[in-house]
């Protein structure tokens, strides 16, 4: 599966795209997270605090219990602040 | 109409395009974001917006809808920047037209509340000093596309 | 700044010298009011606006201290039209400046609102079978305005 | 006394700006109009209806009891219609 980060996500871990190959019991985005955070630094610093990240599936925001499926894509973000 | 580009752009440009398509439009508003030379206090320098592509382009189109389903709009246009822009540049662009100013001025209005929360853009600030720093997240944005839910 | 004129303004051209003028104004909101092709359901040729000399001036002054008085604006152009218009002209631009968009966009809302009820203007439309109609005095316009009364 | 007409109210009055000698009874903004429609047409016509005429004493609102005092300029004018 493709992982983004984005703005500090992304300087944190050192990287905009990766990509995993998720165990089968990773079905839905937190358990994803708590799959990144199990492989240690950079991914459990970064991810650490689950109240200042969003989570986009097929550049759809989703919330954490969201089934990951047949997503192609996800991504992890900081609240975005354009406009 | 959405658009999602590193130039710049200019407002008075769309807004006379936008009012001369048809002679139904009673009304345009427009809103521009510039960067500002302060944020929270401290001086910037130059403003750098990383955005998801692909995603900003969906959501950005989702949201025109939206608009467009809640009040009778003739035209509707977003513009809105990526990469470094200098102090005093624009940012972003909103224009909404219409037969009535009410739903011209509302419309404008929650385009601007959604974009400042749902549009994936993260600002980094260059200060004087050459520090970097993420524009955090304000509760006074996300209070204000809090109104428009239902 | 208020201007009352009978030449046809440019939008786009206010708007860049509101913005050009400083740093620290992150929002600008402008709101250009044109001649529609129908009122109330009667299709219309041309408008005419009359208005009172002097006390125009007078009033538009006066709504824009308002205006100043109730947000944080860095700047505030009104400019208004008289005499006879075609279809499709700008009669009224209202752009205001601010750090922040929530002052913007209330401000030019609260003078267009004032403008509709309190500026001495009256337009006279002329209909495509050359009759001539003094508009009429909108209730929607009063309750618009009656809404920013303390 | 000057007074000016404006919009629909001038096209009825038939002229723009008038100049009157206020007989001394005639105090209040109200009492002028009594006055005017006096005259019969085509004051009596066009300002029959005082729900529909504004006035401004030297170019400042003004409801129908304001003395008229020193004033050198009243309006008399339908609803405003700009924007």
């Not at chain 2, 752009?9 to 009012?19: C, E, L, Q």
């Not at chain 2, 998801?52 to 608009?67: C, D, F, S, V």
């Not at chain 2, 037209?97 to 385009?111: K, V, Y």
Request: aromatic share 10%; glycine share 6%; proline share 3%.
């Amino acid at each position: 599966m493709k992982i983004l980060y984005f703005a500090w996500l992304r300087a944190q871990i050192g990287m905009a795209e990766d990509t995993v190959d998720l165990p089968k019991e990773v079905t839905t985005v937190d358990q994803l997270l708590e799959f990144l955070i199990s492989r240690g630094e950079p991914y459990s610093s970064a991810l650490a605090d689950r109240n200042v990240i969003r989570v986009a599936l097929d550049q759809e925001y989703v919330k954490g219990d969201a089934a990951l499926k047949d997503a192609k894509e996800v991504a992890f973000f900081p609240p975005v602040t354009g406009g | 109409m959405v658009i999602v580009q590193q130039e710049i752009f200019d407002s008075g440009a769309v807004i006379a395009d936008v009012a001369g398509q048809s002679t139904d439009i009673g009304a345009v508003v427009s809103f521009t974001g510039y960067v500002r030379d302060f944020n929270d206090g401290s001086p910037v320098k130059s403003l750098t917006l990383e955005h998801y592509p692909g995603m900003t382009e969906k959501q950005l189109e989702k949201i025109e809808q939206e608009a467009r389903s809640r009040w009778k709009l003739t035209d509707c246009r977003i513009i809105h920047r990526f990469g470094t822009m200098e102090l005093g540049e624009p940012i972003v662009l909103v224009v909404t037209a219409s037969a009535h100013r009410q739903d011209a001025f509302e419309a404008a209005a929650f385009l601007m509340d959604w974009l400042k929360t749902k549009a994936p853009f993260w600002k980094l600030e260059e200060t004087a000093q050459g520090e970097r720093n993420w524009v955090k997240e304000r509760q006074s944005d996300l209070d204000a596309a809090n109104k428009w839910k239902d």
